[in-house]
């Protein structure tokens, strides 16, 4: 069994960048479970199938492959073969993957490929419900969250450095919509786990953040 680290927060809150770092310095694979999600939610925006119409997404599921390869450390998403990482980051995506990602159907297709990722390698998975749902057994869980001001101005210097066109005003109301929804879905919930770390970042920046990954982990070993 490989040595697990689940992070799990709302969306902006730095969970990509921070656990792609932690995961570098300490040698761990890095598992972008919201990448995985976002190449769906790509799939179905190309293919014209509406966010709300479960049946049409369950038959389009039957479709689509997604995989992860490493390239010079740096993690790849394929759809169907296609490597698609610098597309999956746009807001119209965002918005289609929030919807599309609280369906049973969709997170049954990821699930068991995580798992399986995370029982053979030492991993840091991120997500919205890695450390209760997909990895309960996690040997370490964190809960990283920021200010929502914070996160719309991270996401939004994101956008503006990629060329987006979405104000400031429009991506916090986006992060507030997308925080009812995870918060308040059917399956899978966003919610911190009664053993994870709560860890706002704030007032942290992205190697302060990972330091404390990492001396998190070199604890829970000498334990």
Sequence with gaps: MGFNIAIDGPAGAGKSTIAKKAAADLGFIYVDTGAMYRALALYFIRNGIDGADEEAIKNALTQISVTLQYSGGTQQVLLNGENVSDLIRTEEVSRMTSVTSALGCVREKLLSLQQDMAAAHDVIMDGRDIGTNVLPNADIKIYLTASVAERAR??????????????????????????????????APLRRAEDAVYLDTSD???DEVAAEIERLYREKIRS
Excluded: V
């Excluded at 005003?169 to 059917?186: C, P, V």
């Design 154 to 187: 991270r996401r939004y210097l994101e956008q503006k450095q990629k060329g987006g066109t979405s104000s400031l005003e429009e991506i916090e109301k986006d992060i507030i919509e997308r925080d009812t929804r995870d918060k308040n879905r059917a399956i």
């Design 204 to 206: 942290m920046n992205i």
